[in-house]
């Protein structure tokens, strides 16, 4: 079991930077593959990023060279670092956790935090 807790959302404009902190409670965080996913308002929610346990990335083609996830296992934590914000990334975000090494869809997903509101202003 692992429970997730998202921070760092808040109210920005376009071209701010934020970023996301997950922490995670529970036994071997190290194993589990972490991703981010945003769903905005009439929307699916969708990955935007992705970390297996290893450490190997994935991202979604609309944030590649702007955002970065990573992951401290030493303080059970996930992170992503957003940059160079646009209007179009205003949603809620979620992070998750996954019993696989690494994933993409959110039904491989086992585990999701409550999320935080990003909003960015044009």
């Known amino acids: 079991q692992v429970q997730l807790v998202e921070s760092g959302g808040g109210l920005v404009q376009a071209g701010d930077s934020l970023r996301l902190d997950c922490a995670a409670s529970?036994?071997?965080?190290?194993?589990?593959?972490m991703g981010w996913f945003r769903q905005a308002p009439g929307k699916e929610r969708e990955l935007v990023a992705a970390?297996?346990?290893?450490?190997?990335?994935y991202y979604a083609d609309s944030v590649k060279g702007r955002f970065t996830i990573s992951r401290d296992n030493a303080k059970n934590a996930a992170y992503l670092q957003m940059n160079s914000l646009k209007p179009e990334d205003t949603a809620v975000y979620y992070c998750?956790?996954?019993?696989?090494?690494?994933?993409?869809?959110?039904?491989?997903?086992?585990?999701w935090g409550q999320g935080t509101q990003v909003t960015v202003s044009s």
């Open positions: 970390i297996s346990s290893g450490g190997s990335t």
């Open positions: 998750a956790a996954t019993a696989a090494v690494f994933a993409t869809t959110p039904v491989r997903y086992a585990y």
């Open positions: 529970g036994r071997s965080f190290s194993s589990y593959g």
